[in-house]
């Protein structure tokens, strides 16, 4: 009797072993190193499950060819992340037999061809105080292709008396997510721990910060400035609100939408702070 409830344990565990092979697929793909046109040989190579808390479920590392391979556990969305010289780059695991081939690109702190082609505010307010959503948009167009990226790829600085609220980064091709910010150096002066890839055709990598300032005088004067040259300064506020440029400021007013203001400033140069004061009170 005993035998036999072995056997059937023994049976029932293939059974188990083989269903779980079936729903099992692999992902397979080839990593690219863009900086020199070469497989990317000897990256890690990480399967993330989106909804287990980005958790790594399987590892592989790429071969001479820059080829890997990996195996997804079930059916969960699974994102394909590979570490090229300390950069992660993601990719969505493919449905199906589609390779999930990935670009990569060699690492420097300081790169060539990086500037903001625009730092745009966005002001409203709210219970008393200034919102402010700043994106800057900047572009990396390296040649050869380099990614720029350490603990300060890119720096800001914001009103030193800003509460963040929030961080979040974009890559060219990629998905917001929220990212790291760290202080650096005096009040308001940041730092993202996030890297800037190279461009994908007109796609760049976005920043943006979500903070709020103390408007109980219904008047904020900014000292706004950038880090890097920048090809546009711009300020969005509602029709309810005033906006009035420091003496010397070349700002224009752009008609963009009918229910906003905005104000573009041309060719900011880094640490020149530019000034102007919002006044008022309404919401975008």
């Given at each position: 009797m005993k035998s036999t409830q072995f056997i059937f344990r023994i049976f029932a565990l293939s059974l188990l072993f083989?269903?779980?092979?079936?729903?099992?697929?692999?992902v397979t793909g080839t990593v690219t190193n863009k900086t020199n046109g070469k497989p990317a040989a000897g990256d890690q190579v990480v399967l993330v499950d989106v909804q287990a808390g980005m958790g790594e479920v399987a590892h592989a590392t790429t071969d001479a060819n820059g080829r890997y391979s990996l195996v997804e556990p079930g059916n969960s969305p699974y994102l394909v992340r590979v570490t090229h010289q300390g950069a992660g780059y993601f990719i969505a695991a493919p449905q199906g037999a589609t390779p999930a081939d990935i670009t990569v690109y060699d690492v420097a702190s300081k790169v060539q061809g990086v500037f903001i082609e625009a730092d745009v505010l966005e002001l409203e307010t709210a219970n008393g105080q200034l919102k402010v959503t700043e994106r800057f948009f900047v572009h990396n167009t390296s040649s050869p292709p380099t990614t720029q990226w350490s603990a300060k790829s890119f720096q800001v600085v914001i009103p030193a008396d800003a509460v963040i609220d929030g961080v979040g980064g974009q890559r060219p091709n990629g998905l917001p997510t929220?990212?790291?910010?760290?202080?650096?150096?005096?009040?308001?002066?940041?730092?993202?721990?996030?890297?800037?890839?190279?461009?994908?055709?007109?796609?760049?990598?976005?920043?943006?910060?979500?903070?709020?300032?103390?408007?109980?005088?219904?008047?904020?004067?900014?000292?706004?400035q950038v880090t890097l040259p920048a090809d546009n300064l711009a300020v969005l506020v509602p029709k309810s609100m005033t906006f009035t440029a420091a003496s010397g400021e070349a700002f224009k007013s752009v008609p963009e939408d009918p229910a906003v203001q905005t104000f573009v400033l041309k060719n900011a140069v880094p640490g020149k702070p530019v000034d102007f004061t919002i006044a008022g009170s309404g919401a975008i």
């Open positions: 083989t269903a779980a092979l079936a729903q099992a697929t692999t929220s990212i790291k910010i760290d202080p650096d150096g005096p009040k308001g002066h940041y730092a993202f721990n996030f890297p800037i890839q190279p461009d994908d055709g007109e796609k760049d990598t976005l920043f943006q910060l979500a903070y709020h300032l103390p408007y109980s005088g219904g008047t904020y004067t900014f000292h706004a």
